[in-house]
């Protein structure tokens, strides 16, 4: 008898754990998700986040409603003067460090800084003080395998999960550097199946074919090219083992870097709460009747 039917048949409601995966801007639509969970009464039992997956699960694992978090996203990129100006301020170096004295780099950002300047208020330093536990997968450039974390500091996993080459410098923990967690393991859920009953994962790196005829920019194929890699990796993990319900939202129309879109990418994830719905009802019932 699963743990879920033993819960079912006792009167109680099977747990329920959410796993939030790597995309960039797509993962925006995860807020949907959690409104979902949130409209449907659901608290779930842990979360495991990579990347965008990693930085808006935290939020929620803070105590945040998803309703607020869109708030919170929508304000923020709404004026982009503003956001430019925190993004200038949490570059790695100036320029005249590059050209005078040859160190710094003008056009990475600290991650860490970056966290601080975005993320809603009431996001905790440890994992310790949030109300869901959390894993965050990052990548362990050093030893070049998966880092997981669950304890001690929350923003220097989640900035080192979020951390994407190019992009983001490598964060600095305990000596060894942390990149995108995207690169390892892009949909967490893997994490989750001995914490719940039922584990659900939101993967926003499905797309189809590129609707683009021309000839990508430098910088628009390295991301390409690594959401490419980040979809075959989750594929082979479905295909291995699947977690109890997928969702899938349908924003393989935006680019990683799209996170002026706010708003159209939350627009086109409504579809996915109806499914969500359905899916939790379904597995909820088909629980009850094992």
């Known amino acids: 008898m699963t743990p879920g039917a033993d819960l079912a048949r006792r009167g109680g409601r099977p747990s329920i754990a959410v796993a939030l995966g790597s995309g960039g801007a797509r993962g925006i639509a995860h807020v949907a998700v959690l409104e979902t969970l949130d409209e449907l009464g659901i608290r779930p039992t842990a979360i495991a986040g990579t990347s965008m997956g990693a930085v808006i699960g935290a939020a929620y694992a803070a ?55 975005f993320w809603p208020a009431g996001v905790p330093n440890s994992f310790e ?20 974390f669950q304890s001690g500091s929350l923003t220097a996993a989640v900035a080192g999960s979020m951390a994407i080459p190019g992009l983001f410098r490598p964060v600095d923990c305990d000596g060894d550097l942390l990149i995108d967690g995207g690169a390892v393991n892009p949909l967490p859920y893997d994490h989750l199946f001995d914490l719940a009953d039922i584990v659900i994962a939101v993967d926003v790196t499905f797309g189809g074919r590129s609707r683009r005829r021309r000839a990508p920019t430098p910088l628009e194929s390295m991301f390409g090219a690594a959401q490419i890699m980040q979809g075959a990796i989750t594929a082979q993990k479905v295909k291995r083992r699947p977690p109890d319900i997928l969702i899938r939202p349908r ?35 088909a629980t009850a009747r094992a």
């Open 129 to 148: 003080e949030l109300a869901i536990q959390t894993i965050v997968v990052a990548t362990n450039y050093s030893l070049r395998n998966e880092a997981v």
């Open 251 to 285: 924003v393989e129309q935006f680019g990683l870097l799209d996170f002026f879109r706010a708003s159209h990418i939350l627009r086109a994830a409504e579809a996915s709460k109806d499914e969500m719905r359905e899916a939790i009802s379904s597995r909820l019932a």
């Open 63 to 117: 105590g945040i409603e998803a309703r607020a978090i869109r708030s919170h996203v929508l304000k923020v990129l709404r004026n982009r003067s503003n956001v430019m100006g925190k993004l200038l301020r949490a570059r790695v170096g100036r320029f005249a460090d590059l050209v005078l004295r040859g160190r710094g780099n003008p056009v990475l950002l600290d991650p860490e800084i970056f966290l601080e300047l």
